[in-house]
């Protein structure tokens, strides 16, 4: 069964320029989750998708960045414009249902550098 | 709030040893959730382990073992006879039942095992 893809796998962009980043689930998988992770930390959630919609987007950065999950299978993440701190690894990952403690398996990740 | 704690930022051993990762978690949620994940330096997290909070049975799986005390909140991982194999940043996490599905990670303990 394949896994979690995520592209590209390394991105450097200037401050102030956009990015985007794409991730396919595994297939079946009904809830997508994209997270960053700052060097040195944990990851945290920025949105979690049920489907096509969005479940919770609390923690993410609304003036900047957005995300999408057009016909409820693969996700884009945009950021736009990027700034310095916004270099991280930027985990996709997905899980069968949404049900509470459904383990979550995660793609190789997007390594971004904000110079 | 939900809180997980892994307070070893690196450990170094020497190949063969035992070596034990330290996790104490906090939530006020009466159902939770325990991961342990691996992340090497290829940067994808792999998962090794969930535990439900009604099931305090310790699990071993080969050099792999787990132990998990409600008493004191922790949710131990052990390798056994480690290998260089086994060096990479290990992240414990929580779900619990109040949130909608996201992870709360540990800040990751670091382990190095040398030939």
């Known amino acids: 069964e394949a896994g979690v893809a995520q592209s590209p796998r390394y991105k450097i962009i200037e401050k102030r320029q956009s990015v985007a980043f794409w991730c396919n689930p595994i297939?079946?998988?009904?809830?997508l989750y994209w997270y960053q992770q700052i060097l040195g930390q944990g990851p945290k959630l920025l949105i979690q998708f049920q489907n096509n919609g969005v479940v919770d987007d609390s923690q993410l950065p609304k003036d900047r960045f957005s995300a999408e999950r057009l016909k409820g299978v693969d996700s884009t993440l945009k950021i736009q414009p990027a700034k310095l701190e916004d270099s991280a690894v930027y985990l996709c990952?997905?899980?069968?249902?949404?049900?509470?403690?459904?383990?979550?398996?995660f793609g190789p990740g997007t390594r971004l550098l904000v110079l | 709030a939900q809180k997980v704690t892994q307070a070893q930022t690196e450990i170094s051993v020497v190949e063969k040893e035992d070596v034990t990762l330290d996790c104490v978690y906090e939530?006020?949620?009466?159902?939770?959730?325990l991961f342990w994940y691996k992340q090497p330096p290829s940067g994808e997290l792999v998962f090794l382990i969930r535990r439900n909070s009604f099931d305090e049975q310790n699990e071993i799986s080969g050099r792999y073992s787990w132990n998990f005390q409600k008493s004191t909140s922790s949710f131990n991982f052990t390798i056994t006879a480690s290998q260089v194999v086994d060096s990479a940043v290990y992240f414990c996490?929580?779900?619990?039942?109040?949130?909608?599905?996201?992870?709360?990670f540990g800040q990751g303990t670091t382990l190095q095992v040398k030939p």
């Open positions: 939530t006020r949620d009466t159902t939770y959730y």
């Open positions: 297939s079946g998988h009904a809830t």
């Open positions: 996490a929580l779900h619990g039942s109040s949130n909608t599905g996201k992870l709360i």
């Open positions: 990952a997905s899980s069968l249902t949404p049900d509470r403690g459904q383990t979550q398996y």
